[in-house]
């Protein structure tokens, strides 16, 4: 096998939470024309099937219709689902229609997150409970529901996005930054315990993107500047700069890796 055949998913189901917007959108992307099936999610239906159809269409084969029948009747290409990852029951619920409808699960892409700042008494719990209950708990609700059948199977790319807050700090922070430090350590228990089964666990640390998350920060040219300041390439990242790392996660070229942070952040974490 050739190195670039490596980075090929074709034959693979990938799930991608959060895949309707933002660095969700842009792996679900890549991961599609890296010849993986995708399902991706999202909270609302209809952003989810907007997504997908978009994905669909933009693919060389038309064959990645949203919606296309293959084998037996499967679901082949791109297709939208409603799910709240914080919710134990409908994380469950989805990871189980992807299997039945698509055939299998191979890639787990656990990318849904949401961000609340603010100086901490100036927080509500409610809040901090919020960003903990989609960052963290999302990620463990649909690794759990997968693990029967990654398990059986033995094998599966788990690929969870973190941040570079999972290892350095900022500021009126404290929702976001204790709920991705919990994403790299859950990734690296996993990793350990998933790796008897052939299934990789990894995480990867994206810095600042210009994300729909991000705009308050983008349009604020203080606090603007003072991340182009940190960050040795001088620029926040473009969307597209995401997929090629999640191909190498999600492919046989990563398959001696597991339990990996890695940061994607024009070397922010460098300083």
Same mark, same amino acid.
């Given at each position: 096998?050739?190195?670039?055949?490596?980075?090929?998913?074709?034959?693979?189901?990938?799930?991608?939470?959060?895949?309707?917007?933002?660095?969700?959108?842009?792996?679900?992307?890549?991961?599609?024309?890296?010849?993986?099936?995708?399902?991706?999610?999202?909270?609302?239906?209809?952003?989810?099937?907007?997504?997908?159809?978009?994905?669909?269409?933009?693919?060389?084969?038309?064959?990645?219709?949203?919606?296309?029948?293959?084998?037996?009747?499967?679901? &082949?290409?791109?297709?939208?689902?409603? +799910?709240?990852?914080?919710? %134990?029951?409908?994380? @469950? /619920?989805?990871?189980? *229609? !992807? =299997?039945?409808?698509?055939?299998?699960?191979?890639?787990?892409?656990?990318?849904?997150?949401?961000?609340?700042?603010?100086?901490?008494?100036?927080?509500?719990?409610?809040?901090?409970?919020?960003?903990?209950?989609?960052? &963290?708990?999302?990620?463990?609700?649909? +690794?759990?529901?997968?693990? %029967?059948?990654?398990? @059986? /199977?033995?094998?599966? *790319? !788990? =690929?969870?996005?973190?941040?570079?807050?999972?290892?350095?700090?900022?500021?009126?922070?404290?929702?976001?930054?204790?709920?991705?430090?919990?994403?790299?350590?859950?990734?690296?228990?996993?990793?350990?315990?998933?790796?008897?089964?052939?299934?990789?666990?990894?995480?990867?640390?994206?810095?600042?993107?210009?994300?729909?998350?991000?705009?308050?920060?983008?349009?604020?040219?203080?606090?603007?500047?003072?991340?182009?300041?940190?960050?040795?390439?001088?620029?926040?990242?473009?969307?597209?700069?995401?997929?090629?790392?999640?191909?190498?996660?999600?492919?046989?070229?990563?398959?001696?890796?597991?339990?990996?942070?890695?940061?994607?952040?024009?070397?922010?974490?460098?300083?």
């Amino acid at each position: 096998m050739s190195v670039l055949d490596k980075f090929k998913l074709t034959g693979r189901v990938a799930l991608v939470t959060g895949g309707n917007r933002g660095l969700g959108r842009q792996m679900a992307q890549a991961l599609a024309e890296a010849g993986a099936q995708v399902a991706l999610t999202s909270r609302e239906q209809e952003r989810a099937d907007l997504a997908a159809g978009e994905i669909a269409g933009s693919l060389p084969d038309a064959g990645g219709a949203r919606d296309g029948g293959g084998a037996a009747g499967r679901l &082949t290409g791109v297709r939208g689902y409603a +799910c709240d990852v914080s919710d %134990t029951e409908q994380s @469950a /619920q989805v990871v189980q *229609r !992807v =299997i039945e409808e698509f055939g299998g699960l191979h890639i787990l892409v656990n990318n849904a997150g949401i961000n609340i700042r603010g100086p901490i008494e100036e927080l509500e719990p409610e809040e901090f409970q919020r960003v903990i209950a989609t960052n &963290t708990t999302g990620v463990w609700n649909i +690794c759990r529901a997968a693990a %029967t059948h990654l398990k @059986a /199977q033995r094998y599966g *790319r !788990v =690929i969870n996005v973190g941040s570079t807050l999972s290892i350095i700090a900022l500021p009126e922070r404290t929702p976001y930054a204790s709920s991705k430090g919990a994403v790299w350590q859950m990734t690296r228990a996993l990793a350990l315990e998933w790796a008897p089964y052939d299934i990789t666990v990894n995480a990867m640390l994206p810095g600042p993107f210009a994300t729909e998350m991000n705009t308050p920060l983008k349009e604020d040219p203080v606090e603007y500047s003072k991340f182009i300041a940190r960050i040795p390439l001088g620029r926040w990242g473009d969307l597209d700069e995401i997929g090629g790392l999640a191909v190498f996660l999600a492919s046989d070229a990563s398959s001696y890796m597991t339990g990996a942070g890695i940061t994607i952040d024009g070397g922010w974490t460098v300083h």
